[in-house]
């Protein structure tokens, strides 16, 4: 068994068929993620993430200039490849290469990204260079445990629900719970083919409809 470290996520960009996860840049993603998050209407978003609702672009850019800056997190947008405009962000953080272990975290998907092809992309181009590049043995995924609608991404996605960590955080000023998940590096190779056979243009009708859904999902044992 291989217990050598693995190697430190980079500023690199990973080209998807729907979707590219770019190095975040304040400078060049700002400007769409802020038209496609902000408003009263876009709160949501922001209930169980760490940061925002910002209430001016001066305030989000800032917020994203540091973010930009960061190495762990390390952040990327994910740039819709047919309008060349970024409609989420995501991160690897709590790197730990000598346990060859990071999760994917800090994930905002806008009304624009959600429910898409490049959705589910963007998080199998992740994965995958997480597994394969890097050397990663164990990858995760957490969420709060009253987020169902992340709960529930985490195990159509593939991983594994572990647990909950009890008052594990403060987050704005409220108790958060932290429900477990995890993918093993034993795992993915058939994680992998399952997110290629949906991902491929064949699995979808003309109406973009998907012909059989994605077959990832491992029973919550929560």
């Known amino acids: 068994m291989n217990m050598s470290p693995g190697a430190a996520p980079e500023r690199v960009t990973i ?5 590219t996860v770019a190095p975040l840049d304040a400078a060049v993603h700002a400007e769409a993620l802020w038209e496609a998050s902000r408003g009263p209407e876009n709160d949501a978003l922001w209930a169980y993430l760490p940061d925002g609702p910002f209430p001016d672009f001066a305030s989000f850019q800032a917020d994203l200039e540091f973010k930009s800056a960061t190495t762990d997190p390390l952040f990327f947008a ?26 994917v975290g800090g994930i905002l998907y806008t009304p624009a990204l959600q429910r898409t092809r490049g959705a589910t992309e963007a998080m199998y181009l992740m994965a995958r260079h997480a597994f394969e590049d890097l050397g990663y043995r164990r990858y995760e995924w957490k969420c709060n445990a009253l987020n169902e609608p992340s709960r529930r991404a985490a195990l159509r996605l593939g991983f594994t629900f572990e647990g909950i960590f009890r008052q594990h955080m403060i987050v704005k000023g409220r108790n958060r719970d932290t429900a477990w998940f995890a993918m093993l590096d034993s795992e993915w190779p058939d994680r992998k083919v399952e997110f290629e056979r949906w991902l491929d243009p064949a699995n979808f009708d003309a109406g973009g409809r998907q012909r059989s859904p994605l077959m990832l999902a491992s029973k919550d044992s929560s």
Do not use: K, L, N, Q
Request: aromatic content about 6%.
């Open 15 to 19: 080209e998807g068929r729907y979707v």
């Open 78 to 103: 994910i740039v819709d490849r047919a309008s060349g405009r970024a409609t989420g962000r995501a991160s690897f953080m709590r790197i730990e290469p000598r346990h060859r272990c990071v999760e």
